[in-house]
Nanobody
Framework: QVQLVESGGGLAHAGGSLKLTCAAS????????MGWYRQAPVKQRELVAS???????NYVDSVKGRFTISRDNAKNTVYLQMNSLKLEDTAVYYC?????????WGQGTQVTVSS
């Protein structure tokens, strides 16, 4: 079974940047659409950004112009570059297929933005 492993989270100041990485255990990225999702405390998990197998991207309005999703099919990896971080970006971030498949939720990576 494919595993998706997120990394790169941590503590950042408001206005700072972090880059998240999601690595897949098997070479199937090139044919799949991928997404980054996040779940803040007491909130529903939400889609943050998605990228198609061909590289087309979409973002939730709250991160447009600040976050960039990208992929490297040769490395089975998808990235989320997060700039101009805001307090409300604090959440656990997950990668998954797009649309998400329940069986593939990983541990996620915590992003905490402080003032």
């Amino acid at each position: 079974q494919v595993q998706l492993v997120e990394s790169g989270g941590g503590l950042a100041h408001a206005g700072g940047s972090l880059k998240l990485t999601c690595a897949a255990s098997k070479m199937i990225f090139r044919i799949t659409d991928m997404g980054w999702y996040r779940q803040a405390p007491v909130k529903q998990r939400e889609l943050v950004a998605s990228i198609s197998s061909g590289g087309s991207t979409n973002y939730v309005d709250s991160v447009k112009g600040r976050f960039t999703i990208s992929r490297d099919n040769a490395k089975n990896t998808v990235y989320l570059q997060m700039n101009s971080l805001k307090l409300e970006d604090t959440a656990v971030y997950y990668c998954n297929w797009y649309p998400a498949v329940d069986a593939y939720w990983g541990q996620g990576t915590q992003v905490t933005v402080s003032s």
